[in-house]
């Protein structure tokens, strides 16, 4: 019997967050005469999909108050030049935080971009010193994504301690730190994860036994509905360009409708959330410094 799937709405969620933000703008920053919080912004290049990603970053940084500084770098400089545009930022007071657009040319060792992003500016959460802190479960910047995806299952009041989550897809920028998130042992947390990558043998044996799974794969239609458990809670955060304006996630929605008892949609799910929550992090830069 099919049961009620309830979908996560994160442009929902994610302009509830903006109204906090402007909020705290308000009352943290501008009540004390302080500067409105300033995001620096590398972009290397002229990759489409960057550029995209950029204008849509300036903008809501726009809309809700927050200044932008945006540096521009022909996507033939060497790796010096890049690597001077981030000492600047590291060193400019007027820049609260920044980020670096992935992805960067072949040329460029991303390791090495990483670790020269001064880590109490890095509102990525990149930079080794953040992903450790983040790790040991202290304070820190947290990768937009992993935040936007707690914070979606947290806003939504679903319980996490001593579920079996399912992780599929170990990037640095989501599978890896949503496993260190979900799994941690204080706040929010406490759940028994699996991470499943491409080299994993029989997908199905783990998701069909999880009460979360969350999908981060590239790969569209990837989890069906018969590779899950009857009620459990399905997080797409794939995104997979089917025609120049549609985009769909990683999830084969249809199937997984009506089995699922919670479903966050692409669009309108992680991707609302993963934005305003680097805007969540660039306040946060922005109060550290004052
Ligand atoms: P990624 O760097 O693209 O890597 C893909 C991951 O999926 C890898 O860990 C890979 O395993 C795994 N994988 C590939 N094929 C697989 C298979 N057949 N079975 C199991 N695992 C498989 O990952 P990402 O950066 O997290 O991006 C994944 C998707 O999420 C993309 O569509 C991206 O656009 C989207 N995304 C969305 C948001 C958002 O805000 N909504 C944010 C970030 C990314 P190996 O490690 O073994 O190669």
Known sequence: MKIETKLLNGNELANKIRKEIIIDIKEKILKNKKNLPNLGIILMGDNFSSIRYVNNKIKECKNIGIRTTLIKISKNSTEKVLLKEIEKMNKNPLIDGFIVQLPLGKHINQNKVILSIDPKKDVDGFHPENFGKMTLGMNSFYPATALGILTLLER???????????VIGRSIIVGK?????????????NSTV???????????????????????????NFLTGT?????????????????????VGDVDFKS????????SPVPGGVGPMTRVMLLKNTLKAALNNR
């Open 177 to 189: 730190p949503i496993s260190i998130l979900m799994s941690r042992k204080n706040l929010i947390g």
């Open 227 to 247: 590779m899950i458990k009857k009620g459990s809670i399905i997080i797409d955060v794939g995104i997979n360009n089917i025609s120049n304006n549609k985009i």
């Open 156 to 166: 939504n009041k679903i319980e996490i301690s001593g579920k079996y989550t399912v």
């Open 256 to 263: 997984v409708y009506g089995i699922a008892s919670y479903l």
């Open 194 to 220: 699996t991470i499943a990558h491409s080299k994993t043998i029989n997908i199905k044996y783990y998701t069909k036994k999880a009460d979360i799974i969350i999908v981060s794969v590239g790969i569209k």
